[in-house]
């Protein structure tokens, strides 16, 4: 069964606008990791965030974490047309990853 | 480029045939997983393979099966097929395959249609 759930399932936005989603999850995790699908094509990578940080940064990404609330968020500032693509939260525990259902990213010219 | 290497890309074929989907991991990865993708859905874990033995099942079929061989590439093979197999079919690999999983590196996948 999926853990993570991400919320909004889908966001539309312009061009330059920043885009926030959430990832919530059930139990205690190692990590929690996000990764972006284009249309059809193969997972990527984007940022792993550990148990015992709060927040971290890659570029126009920022990704936090609150395992109090058992929640993530990620943030792309100043997004670009190319970043449409759907977006998945991971939690990883016990050999397993477990993911969201995915926000779908569009943004608008 | 991830590195995992998958074929075919695209597959299509009748009800009630098998077929054998292919992957190679990147170069020093020792587990290898495989996840199922139906259209617009979430990604649905099969199997996870870590230095040629299973080490996770998720929600595969009995007529589903899958193994990794002693150079590590990994082999799903799909049989009796139905209507809704049609999916894509990842196959993602990564170097550790402890209780904290690290980052995986996924293949382009294979799109399978049942006709």
């Known amino acids: 069964s999926q853990q993570g759930e991400e919320d909004p399932q889908a966001l539309s936005i312009q061009e330059g606008e920043n885009a926030t989603m959430n990832c919530s999850y059930k139990?205690?995790?190692?990590?929690l990791q996000w990764y972006r699908q284009n249309s059809g094509r193969g997972l990527v990578h984007l940022i792993l965030?550990?148990?015992n940080e709060r927040e971290k940064h890659s570029g126009r990404l920022r990704v936090t974490l609150d395992t109090s609330k058992k929640s993530s968020s990620l943030l792309i500032t100043a997004s670009r047309a190319a970043d449409t693509a759907s977006y998945f939260c991971a939690t990883s525990r016990n050999y397993q990853l477990i993911w969201g259902a995915g926000t779908k990213l569009i943004i608008k010219p | 480029d991830s590195g995992v290497t998958q074929t075919p890309k695209h597959l299509i074929t009748a009800t009630g045939q098998r077929v054998t989907l292919r992957c190679s991991p990147r170069?020093?990865?020792?587990?290898v997983y495989w996840y199922q993708q139906s259209l617009d859905q979430g990604l649905q874990f099969l199997i996870q393979?870590?230095?040629?033995?299973?080490?996770a099942k998720g929600n595969i079929l009995e007529r589903f099966s899958a193994q990794q061989f002693p150079d590590l590439h990994s082999e799903l093979n799909l049989s009796s097929l139905e209507l809704g197999d049609s999916a894509l079919y990842f196959c993602a690999s990564s170097v550790v395959a402890g209780t904290n999983t690290g980052e995986l590196f996924f293949g382009e996948g294979s799109r399978l249609t049942v006709l």
């Open positions: 393979y870590y230095n040629g033995e299973e080490r």
């Open positions: 170069s020093g990865d020792l587990s």
């Open positions: 139990t205690s995790i190692n990590n």
């Open positions: 965030i550990r148990s």
